[in-house]
């Protein structure tokens, strides 16, 4: 009875100490983020302004000279094709480039693509073992460069979708009283991708970084550049005489890990490792860090739009389905039929017990993290269903930037089905959606399904490409897990999947970029649409957006899509596993 109380306890205390601090915390970074995206004077100003001048001179940029969205889509996208093209050389290079102490061979081609995409969408899906298949120089400019940037680039797009939705940059510094109609013919400006992406990078997610950093150094997580020592089995009967400890720079590449919401870990089995996540305090250290500047990015939108009543409505929304969510995956992984064999702990994070994984799993998923200190393929089916839910919604907390940007692709659809529903022009924010802007919801809409079904049913006929362990129910999970997690930009894995081939390298890589670039330009896109249209005063027979009604409404929505588009696969997969599993341990 203790024992189960003690389980009870911990199942309790430590998502509702977690969600506490994030509340706690993300608040004043969210103002403080605000201040930094609206580039207003800031006391920091004499601190970075030295640092980001220069940077500035270099990209031959004036930070105060805003661009239209065409021309800020263009940015961002000839960023990623520069850092693309290097990052893909370092990896096939990497055996003949200085700091590779441990001799690490070149990447093949297919593997250095898949890997070079993989970070570059912000996902760090990983077809690789790290310690072993990239040299120091690849882990720390190829890997954790993508890592820092890439958030920040998802944050920035972001931004500059929400100026395009209130009208623009100069709209949203006027009085909300004193804003007038926009002319179609003026261009609305967006803001200034350069300075967006070094204000953010240099103000935010660097300063955070160091804190946690030093923080998982002092837990014991390795900070070297030396090679690693060498040590002698403990069992004298091993096949091996002795073993090569990889060692590296491995704090700093965890710290933007979790902070950026990227995932990918220094070691191949990722936060399992002790190296990687050695106490319960650096567990839940790590847990935290996933989740702080997703949440905090959601407190940013009321400062940053002026529309407090917006923001409480987007982080109501948000944290309605994190904690639904979150408590069916710690009752599955707890209390479900398919718990009760001691030998379903196989996989599982045994030092901290099967709660914190639950935890961490949740976590991961509902943010485009995707890191891991359990096997996801080791948890209960009904977890991994949940895993994939939070993924296939992606806006519950989301990744940095990327979230809440798809939250707000939700949001005009059910702006639009509502007005619908009601009879009333579908308006937001005063500005009408009408057929070009829906079109191009559309096509963000049915691209999730025909991508990711269309690859699992591509990989499941074909049985010589597939590569998973198991041909039953669980085998549909696993090919279908890894799509969506390359789609979701998430990067966890069900790892009982063959997927270094040149099929799956390929074909997630294509995944990968389509789920990353169209989900950032096509909004932002609508939002200038939008922002060029005349606005209309709000009256009667105006939607509001900033109830608890429209909130259900909108939750509702989310379902309905996700439940219709994937409910087929989710029964033939999670749903048939769980039921064969809790059947045969009936036995």
């Known amino acids: 009875h203790a024992s189960l109380a003690s389980t009870e306890y911990q199942i309790m205390v430590e998502p509702l100490l977690l969600l506490s601090l994030l509340l706690v915390v993300g608040w004043p970074l969210g103002r403080y983020l605000a201040a930094v995206m609206r580039g207003a004077p800031m ?12 940077i500035y001179a270099a990209l031959g940029t004036r930070p ?21 093209i290097v990052v893909w050389v370092i990896f096939m290079t990497q055996a ?28 760090n899906q990983q077809h690789y073992s790290g310690q072993a298949q990239l040299s120091y120089l690849s882990q720390m400019t190829g890997i954790v460069g993508l890592q820092v940037v890439t958030p920040v680039m998802g944050l920035a797009m972001v931004a500059a979708t929400l100026r395009g939705l209130f009208g623009g940059r100069q709209a949203m510094s006027q009085d909300s009283a004193q804003v007038k109609a926009t002319d179609a013919k003026v261009v609305v400006d967006v803001g200034n991708y350069w300075a967006d992406v070094t204000r953010a990078t240099l103000r935010f997610v660097l300063p955070l970084c160091l804190v946690l950093s030093a923080l998982l ?32 720079p491995v704090s700093p590449m965890v710290a933007i890990k979790q902070l950026g919401s990227n995932g990918g870990g220094w070691y191949g089995p990722n936060s399992t490792v002790p190296l990687e996540n050695p106490t319960p305090l650096s567990n839940f250290l790590e847990v935290f860090a996933i989740a702080l500047i997703p949440v905090s990015i959601i407190f940013m939108v009321a400062p940053f739009t002026g529309r407090r009543k917006f923001g409480a409505m987007v982080l109501g929304t948000m944290l309605t389905m994190s904690v639904l969510t979150a408590g069916i995956s710690l009752w599955s992984e707890n209390n479900s039929a398919t718990t009760l064999d001691v030998a379903l702990m196989e996989g599982k ?18 943010i485009n993290n995707g890191s891991v200190n359990l096997m996801l393929d080791s948890s209960a089916p009904l977890t991994g269903m949940m895993s994939m839910i939070n993924m296939l919604i992606n806006a519950i907390w989301g990744g940095v930037g990327c979230g809440l940007m798809q939250f707000l692709v939700y949001l005009m659809l059910a702006v639009f089905l509502a007005g619908l529903m009601t009879g009333r022009t579908p308006e937001l924010f005063g500005r009408k959606i009408e057929g070009p802007e829906v ?50 930009n998430n990067g966890s894995g069900f790892e009982g999947l063959g997927d270094a081939t040149v099929w799956w390298n390929v074909s997630c890589a294509i995944v990968l970029a389509l789920g990353r670039f169209p989900s950032l330009v096509i909004p932002l896109a609508i939002s200038a649409m939008l922002a060029s249209k005349r606005r209309a005063p ?13 909130a259900l409404t909108l939750i509702g929505i989310v379902i309905i899509l996700t439940l219709l588009q994937f409910m087929p696969v989710l029964v033939l997969g999670p749903v048939a596993d769980h039921l064969l599993l809790t059947e045969l341990l009936a036995r």
């Open 349 to 366: 994070e045994v030092r901290l017990g099967a709660e914190a994984s639950a935890l961490w799993a949740s976590t991961t998923t509902q």
């Open 64 to 84: 105060h000279v805003g661009m239209s969205w065409r021309g800020y889509a263009g940015a961002f996208l000839l960023s990623n094709l520069l850092l693309a």
């Open 439 to 488: 079109k191009l919801l559309a096509i963000l809409v049915l691209l999730q399904p025909l991508v990711i079904l269309g690859f699992t049913a591509i990989t499941l006929a074909i049985p010589s490409i597939t590569g998973n362990s198991n041909p039953g129910f669980h085998g549909i999970s696993q090919v279908f897990y890894e799509y969506v997690s390359a789609f979701a």
């Open 538 to 550: 709000e009256g009667s027979g105006t939607l509001h957006v900033e109830t608890p009604t429209f």
């Open 43 to 54: 006391r920091s100003d004499a601190l970075f302004s030295w640092i980001e001048r220069p």
């Open 96 to 123: 003949w480039l200085p700091l590779n102490p441990d001799g690490v061979p070149n990447m093949s081609w297919d593997l250095a693509l898949h890997t070079m995409v993989s970070f570059l969408t912000n996902t």
């Open 217 to 248: 150094t002092w837990q014991g997580v390795p900070a070297t550049l030396a090679a690693g020592p060498v040590a002698s089995p403990v069992e004298a009967t091993a096949e091996f005489k002795e073993q090569k400890i990889p060692l590296g």
